[in-house]
């Protein structure tokens, strides 16, 4: 546990410098620094905790999300996303359906390897998984 609180502390010390530095480099503000400071904080690291994403993550493998989600109400089908479900638990799953009706958007949610299917509201949907180019 110890251990875990250092590497946080390093990594949020790294993302400080690295802000500070993009700051001070620039003495006017223009959109392109906006976008890298932007996109540092919208890095969102993960670890699989199960094997119920495989084959496409495997338990253990670490995977970058995007929390900078620009319409929640648009995302689609097969997208991994990170989500909190109805008892409050954070879950990685792929959207399988979008749902709207009066309530609202809401997504069924499930995982790669199982039949289990979450409804999940599109405000419980926390960040979303891209593939890097």
């Not at 390093?10 to 400071?37: D, G, H, Y």
């Not at 904080?41 to 989600?69: D, H, K, Q, W």
Request: with cysteine.
């Amino acid at each position: 546990m110890k251990n875990l609180k250092t590497i946080i502390l390093v990594v949020l010390i790294i993302i400080l410098i690295i802000f500070i530095s993009l700051f001070l480099r620039q003495q006017k503000t223009n959109l392109s620094s906006l976008n890298a400071v932007k996109n540092i904080f919208c890095l969102y690291p993960l670890t699989i905790g199960g094997s119920s994403m495989e084959p496409n993550f495997a338990a253990g493998s670490r995977v970058i999300f995007n929390r900078c989600i620009d319409d929640k109400g648009k995302l689609a089908e097969g997208m991994v996303v990170v989500y909190k479900n109805q008892n409050g638990i954070r879950r990685v799953g792929r959207i399988k359906k979008k749902i709207e009706d009066n309530r609202g958007v809401f997504y069924q949610i499930g995982r790669d390897r199982t039949f289990e299917v979450e409804e999940v509201s599109m405000h419980s949907i926390e960040a979303v998984y891209q593939k890097s180019n």
